[in-house]
C-alpha cells in the first residue's frame, strides 16, 4: 500500500504545479499566494540529511518572507513524530483530504454524458469559469493560477457543461503513468443534484479508458458527504488520508485554545463536584507534551502512577517540605513569565497585582477572588469617571456574575 501511496502522491504533485518551487534537502517547498493548501505548502518527497529543529524554521523564515504562513503537508508516508513535532509548535490542522481510488476494472460507468464537452487542452474560458464557480476574486490567483495549468506536463482532458452558452460545470483529468486522476469538479450551485458531476466524471473515466488509463485516483475534502458518496456510486474507495499543518499567526496565537481552555475548565468543574482537588493543567504538564504526549494516554498512564502512589504514601510524606519548596518557587518564576505579556494600563495592572499580593499572602481562591472583585471594581470606575463610556469598557455579565459566586466565600 504504501508503494500506491507514494506513487498517488508523485502524481499529484505532476497533476498540480505551483508558482514557485523550491528544493532543499528532500523537500520542496511550494508558493502559490496561497490558492489552495496543495499548492503552497511543504510536501516531503526524499531522505533528509539535516535536522526537523534546523529545516522547519528555515521553511518558516521562507514563508515569511513571501508572506505567507508555513504550511506542511502531512501525509502516510511522512513521520508521526514530525507531526507531533509541529503539533508542539502550535501549528493546527487544516484541510484534512480523503484520497479514493480504484481499478478500472471495477468503475460504474453505466451513466451517459450527452451534455459533456471535452478538450485535449485547457482553455482560458474554462478556467475563467472555474474562477466564477469558485468564487475566487482575488485579482492575484486570477492572474497567476492560469499560468499553473498551463504548466501541467501530462496529458490532460478538460471537461464542462454548458447551459445557454455558460459553463456551469467543470471537470478535469489528468492522465499519469497508468492512472487518471480527476480534479476540479465543480457544479454551479442551483445545478447541483442535477445529475452534471455524475456526467463529467464518468465521461473524464470512459475517456482515460481510451487512453490506456487502468486506475483511477481522487481527493475529497473531509466533510464533503455529497461528493464522497458520488465518487464510491462510481466505484472509487478509501485509500488513505492526509492533512496540513499551519503555522500559528505572527503574534503567536495558539489556533486550538479555545478547545483547550474548554477541556481544563470541564476537568475542573468535574474534579470538584468529585469531591477531589481540582483538575487543571499545569506548567509541569509542558514536559509531556515536549516529548510527545498529544492523544492524551499520557495523562491516562500518569494517573495510573499517581494511583500505585498511594501504596507509597508514607515514604512520600517523609520528603522534608525543604525538598520540595525550591521546585514550587521554580515553577512560580516560570507562571509568572506571563506578566510580561500584560497590557499594564490601569485597567490591567491593578486587578492582578491585587490578586498576585492576595494570593501570596491568603490563597489562590482568595487571590482570584479578590482579583475579580478589583477588576470588576476597577472598570466599572473608569467606566463611570472617565469620558469613555462605551459598553466594552463595562465588565461583562458573565465576568460579573463569576465574581459575585466567587466572592461568596468570603462570607461563609
Not at 464518468?202 to 485516483?217: D, I
Not at 505572527?250 to 478547545?259: D, L
Request: glycine share 8%.
Amino acid at each position: 500500500m504504501e508503494t500506491t501511496i507514494k506513487q498517488i502522491e508523485d502524481m499529484s504533485l505532476n497533476a498540480w504545479p505551483s508558482h514557485k518551487m523550491e528544493l532543499y534537502d528532500g523537500w520542496i517547498l511550494r508558493f502559490s499566494y496561497f490558492y489552495t493548501h496543495r499548492t503552497n505548502s511543504v510536501e516531503q518527497f526524499g531522505n533528509s540529511t539535516l535536522t526537523w529543529r534546523e529545516k522547519i524554521p528555515y521553511c518558516e523564515s521562507v514563508y515569511k518572507r513571501l508572506g505567507t504562513p508555513a504550511v506542511f503537508k502531512i501525509s502516510p508516508l511522512v513521520s508521526p513524530d514530525f507531526d507531533y513535532v509541529l503539533e508542539n509548535r502550535g501549528y493546527a490542522i487544516q484541510h484534512t483530504t480523503n484520497v479514493m481510488a480504484m481499478s478500472m476494472n471495477a468503475a460504474h460507468l453505466d451513466t451517459p454524458y450527452p451534455d459533456v464537452t471535452f478538450y485535449n487542452n485547457i482553455p482560458s474560458e474554462w478556467i475563467e469559469s472555474l474562477f466564477n464557480l469558485k468564487n475566487t476574486i482575488n485579482p492575484i490567483h486570477r492572474k497567476v493560477v492560469p499560468s499553473m495549468y498551463q504548466a501541467i506536463l501530462k496529458e490532460t482532458i478538460c471537461a464542462c457543461i454548458r447551459i445557454d452558452g455558460q459553463i456551469i460545470a467543470t471537470g478535469l483529468g489528468i492522465l499519469d503513468r497508468d492512472y487518471i486522476g480527476i480534479y476540479a469538479i465543480h457544479v454551479k450551485e442551483e445545478y447541483r443534484k442535477h445529475g452534471y458531476a455524475r456526467q463529467i466524471c464518468t465521461g473524464l473515466l470512459k475517456k482515460g479508458m481510451k487512453k490506456g488509463a487502468q486506475n483511477a485516483y481522487l481527493q475529497v475534502v473531509e466533510g464533503n458527504d455529497n461528493a464522497r458518496a458520488l465518487y464510491r456510486s462510481l466505484g472509487f474507495q478509501q485509500l488513505y488520508t492526509y492533512w496540513f499543518r499551519v503555522q500559528p499567526d505572527e503574534n503567536g496565537n495558539f489556533p486550538i485554545i479555545g478547545k483547550i481552555f474548554l477541556v481544563d475548565a470541564i476537568g475542573s468543574v468535574v474534579g470538584t463536584c468529585m469531591g477531589v482537588t481540582v483538575v487543571t493543567s499545569y506548567v509541569e504538564s509542558a514536559s509531556g507534551i515536549e516529548v510527545g504526549g498529544r492523544t492524551g494516554l499520557a495523562s491516562v498512564v500518569t494517573g495510573l502512577f499517581f494511583l500505585l502512589a498511594v501504596l507509597f504514601a508514607p515514604l512520600f510524606l517523609m520528603i522534608p517540605t525543604a525538598a520540595t519548596t525550591p521546585v514550587l518557587l521554580i515553577i512560580g518564576f516560570v507562571m509568572m513569565q506571563g506578566l510580561k505579556s500584560i497590557d499594564f494600563g490601569i485597567e490591567e495592572w491593578v486587578p492582578v497585582g491585587m490578586l498576585i499580593i492576595s494570593t501570596l499572602f491568603y490563597g489562590i481562591s482568595q487571590g482570584i477572588g479578590i482579583g475579580l472583585l478589583t477588576y470588576c471594581g476597577v472598570k466599572s470606575a473608569y467606566y463611570l469617571f472617565t469620558d469613555e463610556r462605551g459598553m466594552d469598557k463595562l465588565p461583562s455579565p458573565f465576568t460579573i456574575i463569576f465574581t459575585l459566586l466567587t466572592c461568596i466565600q468570603f462570607f461563609i
